[in-house]
């Protein structure tokens, strides 16, 4: 028992640590952030230095297990590497904010006839018009001056109803004989018939908030900028939060990235442009000879090649669009799959991190596409490890004693976890964020072997955009992988707990017992993630704003494009289904009272008494819509998830397990 304590003295030092410092400190300056990932990374080091000397270099030549012991240990190494560049970079932090204000203040203070063009690129390929419309219409209502503004939809599909949609709101609309190049070649394409001094790049399934210009532009007084690029959130659950039961209590899957791993890119300048809600200086996109597309992810080899020319990419961390998130799990991986297999296809060409001109050897480092290549090799050696040793007695390492490896890898863990906790408070826990890589291991994997041996294997897939998820499904292929593993690791353990039936003596087996345990509790959350639940597209906003009812005041509490939901007093009587609603900013319009609730706990109220709920249906069309489109997704409002409940999070996982969810 006292070795043990002893062994657990470094992990008591971790806690230490995190609980007077970094715990204590703020997450937003640089300082801190220095300390904590040092120490971090002090102790990554003081691990893998151990695994090196302790447990490598002593392992007899005996073999199968010699050559798998050397193997974890390349595995390992690689991780090492992927860990000390993520150190590194979240190492420095900064918040654009109020430099955007001072700048904005300059940039606007003169004649509006001074200031520049701007031409607001859409892209469309197959996207229906209630995907296209919110975008266009919100690109038209950008709050800058209409002369110098004009919006062009680029549509690589030729279709007659869409030029006429876009004559009658005013925008342009673009087409070419070939779809060549696709994305990459549509823009280019759209560099021909326009001539703004900067084109900002909206996605068919984005919609630029009305002050986006105001705050992005101003960037651009620093000559050396070549773009700005803006978060991507979304008004729709992933599928990663709707399968797992998590709607409203955990963010999706893109905000780590885009809220805490982008802003500390930005200030070491190896930002890099996202495609969607960014805009660019044409005088840049012209030197370097348009979009590239040597690449499918032509907004990564754009950031290289304008890097290659000495522009720099910003990064602006302010909710500035809203867009469409991949709508199932075949959208969820099209996309994925692309932006891993063009990241790799940049190590082969000659604007790429190995090759490109002008780059700095940090940002050469920075721009390898290290992570994609890493985490889901080490994700799936996780997963297989306790299996190995279960089933054939092979040893990840060379063992000597239990107290030996609690002092040396669970300080490493802990103190990984912890800065984790600390760094990204409101986007990461442990057990769930490892379900979720874990699950997307099993496709992504063969996509990073493949896009190493033919990078240029597979042609450029558009995501699927306003299909929706109306039918209950699954993800067969993950789900075999995931249940292959459990069963094989849990009869594994069974056979090994059983005397007659062990095989494994050493002092490893209740190592890999817990490693076991958690391996499968990660593979049976994952294995939500494979099944489909059916939902509406576009979800519905949840406000509290002032309206009339056939005059009767109440207050909106959610609403939609094509529904709304009012709280009245409950004494509140219609003489028929079919009544008026008033909202501030919109004309009286009639309404279908479809369905009256009413809950115990009340959240809404009007007066001292709980309310009825009203569910609204109704049919806006024209300049109506238009209006209602700019009111709900132009800024007013947000689905985002702004903190982690643990405990909610814990429940509705475990009422998933059983099919059922409840909504918070």
Not at 275 to 286: F, H, L, P, V, W
Request: glycine share 6%; net charge neutral.
């Amino acid at each position: 028992m006292v070795q043990y304590l002893i062994a657990l003295a470094p992990t008591f030092s971790v806690l230490g640590f995190f609980l007077l410092g970094p715990f204590n400190w703020s997450r937003n300056e640089s300082w801190t952030r220095a300390i904590t990932c040092a120490v971090v990374g002090a102790i990554a080091l003081r691990y893998i230095l151990w695994r090196l000397f302790e447990t490598v270099l002593p392992y007899p030549n005996d073999g199968l297990n010699f050559y798998w012991v050397w193997f974890l240990f390349i595995v390992e190494i690689l991780a090492f590497f992927e860990v000390v560049l993520f150190l590194v970079l979240m190492s420095r932090y900064v918040d654009r904010s109020a430099e955007a204000d001072g700048l904005a203040r300059d940039f606007f203070r003169g004649d509006e006839d001074e200031l520049p063009t701007v031409d607001v690129f859409i892209p469309t390929y197959n996207e229906p018009l209630d995907v296209l419309e919110r975008t266009i219409i919100g690109a038209l209502a950008l709050d800058y001056p209409q002369d110098k503004l004009r919006v062009y939809v680029l549509d690589d599909q030729r279709r007659d109803w869409l030029k006429a949609y876009c004559k009658e709101r005013g925008a342009i609309h673009v087409t070419r004989p070939d779809n060549s190049h696709a994305k990459a070649g549509n823009m280019n394409n759209g560099l021909k018939v326009s001539s703004g001094d900067f084109i900002a790049i909206f996605d068919a399934d984005f919609v630029p908030y009305r002050h986006f210009l105001r705050r992005t532009l101003p960037f651009f007084s620093d000559a050396s900028i070549g773009i700005v690029q803006t978060p991507q959130h979304f008004f729709n659950t992933d599928p990663v939060q709707s399968n797992l039961g998590l709607e409203n209590i955990w963010p999706d899957e893109q905000r780590l990235f885009f809220d805490e791993i982008a802003p500390s890119r930005d200030i070491w300048d190896v930002s890099f442009c996202c495609g969607s809600c960014s805009i660019a200086r044409r005088k840049a996109i012209d030197e370097i000879g348009g979009f590239p597309t040597e690449s499918i992810t032509e907004d990564l080899l754009t950031t290289l090649s304008m890097l290659n020319k000495g522009y720099k990419t910003r990064y602006l961390n302010e909710r500035l669009s809203m867009g469409l998130a991949a709508e199932n799990l075949t959208g969820y991986f099209v996309q994925r799959e692309r932006w891993c297999q063009g990241g790799i296809q940049t190590l082969y060409l000659h604007n790429g991190p190995l090759r490109g001109p002008g780059l700095s050897l940090f940002q050469r480092i920075m721009f390898l596409p290290l992570s994609w290549l890493v985490q889901y090799l080490v994700r799936f050696t996780i997963l297989i490890i306790p299996i190995i040793y279960l089933w054939f007695g092979l040893l990840p390492l060379y063992f000597t004693n239990a107290a030996d490896y609690i002092s040396n890898q669970v300080p490493l863990l802990t103190a990984y976890f912890l800065l984790m906790l600390w760094i990204t408070p409101t986007r990461y826990l442990p057990v769930v964020s490892s379900a979720v890589g874990a699950f997307a291991t099993f496709r992504m994997l063969p996509t990073v072997i493949s896009s190493v041996v033919r990078p240029f294997g597979k042609p450029f897939r558009v995501t699927p955009k306003g299909s929706g998820n109306h039918a209950i499904g699954y993800d067969a292929y993950s789900l075999a992988w995931i249940a292959v593993l459990i069963s094989a690791t849990a009869i594994g353990l069974v056979v090994n707990i059983v005397p007659e039936t062990s095989h494994v003596e050493a002092q490893f087996s209740p190592i890999a017992a817990c490693w076991s345990g958690i391996n499968i509790l990660v593979l049976a959350i994952a294995s939500l993630i494979c099944f489909e639940k059916p939902r509406r597209l576009f979800d519905a906003f949840k406000l509290d704003e002032a309206v009339h009812v056939d005059g009767v005041p109440g207050r909106m509490v959610s609403l939609a494009l094509d529904k709304a939901v009012v709280a009245v007093p409950p004494e509140t009587r219609f003489a028929s289904a079919d009544v008026t609603l008033s909202l501030e900013g919109f004309s009286p319009f009639k309404t279908e009272l479809r369905m009256v609730t009413q809950r115990r706990r009340s959240i809404a109220r009007v007066g001292d008494t709980e309310a009825f709920y009203l569910h609204l249906h109704f049919d806006l069309s024209g300049s109506a819509r238009d209006k209602m489109i700019v009111k709900l997704y132009t800024g007013r409002y947000s689905q985002d998830v702004r903190d982690i409940d643990k405990v909610a999070v814990s429940i509705n996982l475990l009422l998933r397990t059983f099919g059922r969810t409840r909504t918070l």
